[in-house]
């Protein structure tokens, strides 16, 4: 990957590859990094397939993106005052946060990532800044003529980039902490009664402590976003010149591309230009490499195991190494082990360590019995693609709560990373293994997912070429957008009700005893006069 | 149409036309009545062309359903203490109760029509009780062991047939009184604050007295749902032999299939087992008769405008009809007028009377330009598929509010059918005919209703196809259907809160006066002395 230094202030990369845009559209796609930007690539692949010009607009800061490769589609690269490491360290300071032994508290935790997100937004606010600051940039943005603005949220600003532009755009979003964008931003109904707040790793079927705690927490990161996204809106306000905040502009999205379905979700209230479109990304497997095919087959009646914990997490410490593979030596399976640290010293013959494993390719394979998996929705959705059940050892954001989803549909069983032993990790596969049920479960996710009036990643293309079509797809989006959060809670009207209520009830309660009153003046001199003669 | 009489217990007509059932799977089919039959009619004819296999279960006093005649699909008729005339006569009191001149009002229109209800409700205990009692009938319907179980709740026991057989079921909805089913029954949220509750006649923006309005009726329909929905309950728990409601056994619906879409329907909530399918009857234009076809031709650029107030609605008074032909004779076009009353002697040489018209082929024809309607959801569809912008003479029910969302979308110019004169008329005629503005919009709406990812046909059958193969849609249905209302509302959990901040504050409090006595104790002996000493 390439680092652009500071002091060039634009540079245009233009890999044309010859493909002649003269059919379809014209789409400016905004990535996310890491996974975001794996599973976002199939419907940038898919939009070429389909005619449409891609441009990719990139920060030269991107740790994932290799805007230096020949593509199908063009990069437009922009240069910001940070380095690719730099903006992978912040990853990594995230991943530290959650991988703290011992485990701190939630509120500690909670705080740690408060304190990051503020310095992430920091560093989003400089990108963004200089992106939108920059006019050459901004004038061969402009040039381009594009029909459509596709993004992930992960990079802030695209939807002010849209709006500045003039341009209807398109959210990727797989989910944000608390439902805090979908909700306030979207205007997503989440009632907190059987909607557990993402990720507290609770199911649809809470206890009545387990709807107070939800409940707690959605106030809680309801309060936490807006602390958060508070420096965002000065920012959105200032770049638009009037009044403006983060979740007003992204409210103005035409569709939001929510990269889960109802195989994995737990059924809950949607808006019409909310598309679920989870698993896009999977394909039908191809063909693995000799050698691995050959360790695969090796396996016979007893088939394998795929292990991989996910492209950003790398080290493991020895002791957590040797209990893994210790574990993995007492099956009879054969296990593919995705692992690029040490190799440990009780690794068993049966287990060979990859640096990289063709994941897709493997799951796919009709030799492969069992999944074990840190959770990351891209995984987890090539496992129910392919019905493959898991042993979940999630690590941190959504993975917990993501493991949570597998296990309550009965398809995973799920083991703390840090605190298992050996025997636990081999209880859980052999449960995963040797229990039918498991592999029922995950067949009937599977039988969901193929099962759909269209497969995900054709939705996907089809909303953003609606939106081309289209100009927009305001049709789908709510007027609740334009209401304050009172307004939208009735707070106003049933002050207003309450109010008329009790003025009635003073009116009637003046009237009756300014009658009775009066009927009491009336009988009361005989009353009184005998009341005082008793005196 | 043939009335079976008390007397045969039970009819049981096989109409088999020939056709094998060896492929697809077994459909029983609860029509509604009148546009709810011809709108499911469609869907009945889709499941027979893909090899499914169909039963009609149908009341002998259907006022609609023609179970004599030669059909693909299979009757199974069972008899009932009413005749279809009695039935009819009940939709007519219905209609009556809307009609009424002088317009009573809306307190006294909800009165009667809550009457009216509770008599109609009372026949559908009747005519459910019949036929769940009907032991022949319910052990042939075991026997023909259905897939699924497809149902319009104008029918209102569909549901709970399916529950007694075991059948997982599919329902099909237009609209209820104030969204009361699909809120209560089927856990929809709708907002009050921006989901303008029908048929109130406003749209999703709102005023703040609107809003109040809104709210107001939400809480009115909800009660009066409860009030009239209660002696069913009754009647559902005594069925089943164990406490239930009408609302919890259609809460247990695979899935709601609505005949609307976001062409027509303000944006707002849904759930992942609501499916809006509006639209699924309409279908490219066949070819005119010859005599229409040359009326039509007739009228040269000009083009023409098709009339129909619907198949309930049979006559006008003389006055009306006379106002609305003289409108009709003020413009250039040729109008076809569907009227079977006797015929104005204000008609113009270019109206034609007719008993029926084929209104789909005539909406879909080049030369037609305007579309007079009474609104309901049928013609409305037909209009939007073919692009064609009207003007509205709602009459009851829906109607009002269906024209209200066309009016808001810009395709129609609605009018009082009641107090409107003939310049009205003809100035909306005008209005719609030469404003541009009416076609591009409904335009835009008939290019919305046609770029869906999937036709609304072929989604309602591949949704009955989906409970068939699953045997359920259950992973679609909320969990809210298994909270309380003051549960789902998360009332106990406030509650539960306030009193524990209650609890805190007054411990607070407590602690705090009785350290502060004990301070004041300890400092008071002095202070005492010395005030003592002053007095």
Redesign the interface.
């Known amino acids: 990957m390439q680092f652009l230094g500071k002091s060039c202030t634009l540079l245009v990369i233009f890999l044309l590859t010859g493909t002649s845009f003269t059919h379809g559209g014209n789409v400016l796609v905004l990535p996310g990094e890491y996974s975001h930007w794996l599973n976002m690539r199939n419907i940038v692949e898919e939009l070429l397939n389909r005619n449409h010009s891609v441009t990719l607009l990139v920060s030269s800061a991107s740790p994932t993106v290799n805007f230096t490769a020949q593509e199908r589609f063009e990069f437009l690269v922009f240069d910001v005052p940070l380095k690719a490491h730099e903006a992978h360290s912040l990853s990594e300071q995230m991943l530290n946060i959650w991988m703290q032994q011992p485990t701190p508290s939630r509120v500690t935790i909670g705080l740690q990532m408060m304190e990051l997100t503020g310095i992430i937004n920091e560093i989003h606010r400089t990108v963004c800044g200089t992106m939108l600051r920059n006019d050459a940039l901004m004038a061969r943005l402009r040039d381009l003529k594009f029909d459509v603005l596709l993004y992930d949220p992960m990079m802030v600003c695209g939807d002010l980039l849209a709006e500045i532009l003039e341009l209807p755009f398109v959210l990727s979003l797989r989910i944000s902490l608390g439902f805090s964008m979908e909700r306030m931003c979207g205007q997503?109904?989440t009632?907190?009664?059987?909607v557990p707040v993402p990720p507290t790793v609770m199911t649809?079927?809470m206890s009545?402590m387990e709807?107070?705690k939800n409940?707690?927490m959605h106030v809680v990161y309801s309060f936490a976003f807006r602390m958060v996204s508070k420096n965002l809106d000065n920012f959105y306000s200032e770049v638009l010149g009037k009044p403006s905040s983060m979740c007003e502009t992204m409210g103005k999205a035409d569709i939001w591309l929510i990269r889960t379905y109802?195989?994995f979700e737990?059924?809950?209230?949607?808006?019409?230009?909310f598309k679920f479109v989870g698993g896009l990304h999977c394909k039908p497997a191809k063909p693995l490499s000799k050698e691995l095919e050959k360790f695969v087959q090796s396996s016979g009646d007893h088939g394998i195991v795929v292990f991989s914990l996910g492209s950003i997490f790398k080290n493991l410490t020895m002791e957590r190494a040797n209990t893994i593979a210790s574990a993995l030596g007492q099956i009879p399976q054969k296990v593919v082990w995705r692992y690029s640290g040490k190799t440990p010293e009780t690794l068993a013959p049966n287990t060979k360590l990859y640096d990289w494993i063709p994941q897709n390719d493997l799951l796919g394979h009709p030799k492969t019995k069992a999944f074990i998996t840190h959770g990351g929705t891209n995984g987890l959705y090539e496992a129910i693609y392919h019905g493959v059940p898991m042993v979940g050892l999630p690590l941190f954001a959504d993975q917990p709560d993501n493991m949570m989803h597998m296990k309550t549909k009965g398809t995973a069983v799920v083991l703390d990373i840090n605190t298992m032993e050996s025997k636990d990790l081999a209880d859980a596969l052999k449960t995963v293994l040797n229990n039918p049920s498991y592999k029922e479960s995950i067949m009937r996710l599977s039988?969901?997912h193929h099962?759909q009036?269209?497969k995900p990643l054709?939705?996907a293309v089809?909303w953003i070429e609606?939106v081309m079509?289209?100009k927009g797809a305001k049709?789908?989006?709510?007027?609740?957008h334009?209401?304050s959060w009172y307004?939208?809670?009735?707070l106003?009207?049933?002050a207003?009700?309450l109010s008329v209520v009790a003025l009635i009830t003073f009116l009637f309660i003046k009237t009756c005893s300014f009658f009775f009153r009066k009927c009491l003046r009336k009988t009361r001199p005989d009353g009184k006069a005998q009341k005082n003669k008793k005196e």
């Open positions: 997503m109904p009632p907190p009664s059987y649809d079927h009545f709807r107070v409940m707690i109802w195989d737990y059924p809950r209230p949607l808006l019409p230009n039988r969901i099962d009036p269209m054709d939705q089809f609606f079509r289209n049709h789908l989006r709510v007027q609740a334009d209401l307004q939208y809670h009735c106003d009207v049933v207003f009700l």
